[in-house]
Structures are given as C-alpha cells and as structure tokens.
C-alpha cells in the first residue's frame, strides 16, 4: 500500500483566487491521479500527472483551469484557477503502483464564496 | 463508454444483518475492479481489488465477486456493524485507458444498531 498526504486539509478561498493544492506518497509510484467530488456526487477524473511533462487532461478539463505539476516520482500539485462557487468540491489526490490498487488521500475540501 | 451503476442508492439495515451491494459495469474490456469505502467528508480506503481473470476476492467480513462477461460485481458484507455505515464505491479499470478509473454513484449503507 502507499500512503497519501494533501495539504490543505480543507479550505475557505474568495471567488477569483487560485488555490495549490500538494499531494505527497511515501514512497515512488508508477502513476498519479487527480479527481474531484463535487457535493453529493462520485468522483470524476481531472487528470493524470504525468512525472517531468504535462498532465493528461479528461474531457471537460483544461490546464489554464487546473495546471498540474509532477516533478518527481512522489510529489504533485494541483492548482484551482480563478476559483468560483462552481469549483466548490473534494479534490482527490491518488496513486497506484502497478499492478496494484489505486490508492487515495485524504482529499482537500475548498468551499469558495 | 464505460459506464458504471451501483444499485441500491441508500440502504438501510439492522445490526447484525448480511447484505449484498451491487454494481455493473457495460464495457467487459477491464483490467480490475476496485472496491472502495467513503465516510462523510473523508478519502476513499481501498477494500479489495479483484483483477480480471479472478472471480472473487475476500477480506475479514468482505467478499467482493466478480462476473466480467455480464458485467457484475456484488459486495458482499457479513454480520453487519454499525461501524460499517459508510458510502460504498465501485470503480472500473477499464482497457487502454491510460490506468485511470471509472466510478459508480456508490452505496450508501446506513446500519441500525
């Protein structure tokens, strides 16, 4: 198993700010994933970070919006741009070490106003 | 499109009961199913991850089987706890798609002491 660290916890930002959200796993991990949980929804898949180039986005997802950084092999960051009310949900950091399971933070909680 | 149904939405249940949680999944191109727990507010724990070529996986008071050709999978739960309420999610790996997930709506399971 690998255990997964998201700063911040939770967090109350102004509509138009930018928000960084870290993700740190123990130890190395082949891939690394970010999704959302909007209020009383499943999970849906922002991206996939990929280690020293840019992320692989999912429909419905640009970089401008959520800008992803992955400089090594157990670090990542995602960052919530020019956040509005829209953008209020669980973000989830996760990571696999193939073949295995996917494992998840615990995920940061932003609520804009 | 993969798509993924959990069936019921909500249940609720006495103390001490066995209960089965439903999902299925309309694509059978997948590498794994996973298994996952949600409390409020909280990340994802993995429970099980069954890989395709099996047909169940157990864990304590868990069996989680897999029927890939129809597209099923059941959770089973023994000897209920409270402890056990929780939202209950299904996810998919499906094939060629860069090892992201699929995620059901979820379960979830309210257990009556």
């Known amino acids: 198993s690998a255990v997964i660290s998201q700063k911040p916890s939770r967090d109350i930002c102004q509509r138009g700010t930018s928000l960084t959200i870290q993700c740190q796993v123990d130890?190395?991990?082949?891939?690394m994933f970010w999704y959302r949980q909007q209020p009383g929804q499943s999970l849906t898949l922002i991206a996939t970070a990929n280690q020293g180039s840019e992320a692989t986005y999912e429909s419905g997802f640009v970089i401008d919006k959520f800008p992803i950084s992955r400089p090594n092999l157990t670090f990542s960051t995602l960052t919530v741009s020019n956040m509005s009310p829209e953008d209020s949900s669980i973000y989830l950091c996760?990571?696999?070490?193939?073949?295995?399971?996917?494992?998840f933070g615990e995920g940061s909680r932003l609520t804009v106003l | 499109k993969q798509e993924v149904t959990q069936i019921p939405a909500a249940l609720s249940v006495p103390e001490g009961e066995n209960l089965v949680l439903n999902c299925s999944f309309t694509?059978?191109?997948?590498?794994?199913l996973q298994w996952f727990r949600q409390d409020p507010g909280k990340g994802l724990t993995s429970l099980l991850l069954?890989?395709?070529?099996?047909r169940e996986q157990t864990s304590g008071r868990l069996n989680a089987s897999l029927d890939k050709s129809s597209g099923r999978s059941t959770l089973y739960i023994a000897a209920s706890q409270p402890g056990d309420s929780a939202t209950y999610l299904c996810?998919?790996?499906?094939?060629?798609?860069?090892?992201?997930?699929?995620f059901g709506q979820g379960t979830e399971l309210s257990v009556k002491p």
């Open positions: 069954i890989q395709s070529s099996q």
């Open positions: 130890s190395q991990v082949t891939m």
């Open positions: 694509d059978s191109a997948i590498y794994n």
């Open positions: 996810a998919v790996r499906p094939v060629n798609q860069g090892g992201k997930l699929i």
């Open positions: 996760s990571a696999r070490r193939e073949p295995g399971e996917l494992f």
